[in-house]
Nanobody, 128 residues
């Protein structure tokens, strides 16, 4: 069974930091684009950050650029999101996802529809 399992969410004060992890199992995602997306209450799921299969290309939403860093460990097929200087508007459920439509590609897609494997999400709550 293919699984993506997020962890590392929690409650943090504004200005604080969290590191999200996404562990994969059931198949390898080595070489495939992966990303983080989030969904706040009453809002649609949105792009946060993506990373290419090699890790050489990343892309960030304007709202998190300079504060969040996406990375991956291809040996462990794990994905990470370091979140610094968190703001109340970052409060959401964070999902990791994998795009198996392209292997060792270039710039990863920001489009949710490109991603065909999803985790169950981890809650991040930032208090003011």
């Amino acid at each position: 069974q293919v699984q993506l399992v997020e962890s590392g969410g929690g409650l943090v004060q504004a200005g604080g930091s969290l590191r999200l992890s996404c562990a994969t199992s059931g198949r390898t995602f080595r070489g495939y684009d992966m990303g983080w997306f989030r969904q706040a209450p009453g809002k649609e799921r949105e792009f946060v950050a993506t990373i290419s299969g090699s890790g050489g290309s990343t892309s960030y939403a304007d709202s998190v650029k300079g504060r969040f860093t996406i990375s991956r460990d291809n040996a462990k097929t794990a994905l990470y999101l370091q979140m610094n200087n968190l703001k109340p508007e970052d409060t959401a459920v964070y999902y990791c996802a994998a795009d198996t439509g392209r292997l060792w590609g270039g710039t990863p897609s920001r489009n949710l529809g490109s991603y065909d494997y999803w985790g169950q999400g981890t809650q991040v709550t930032v208090s003011s």
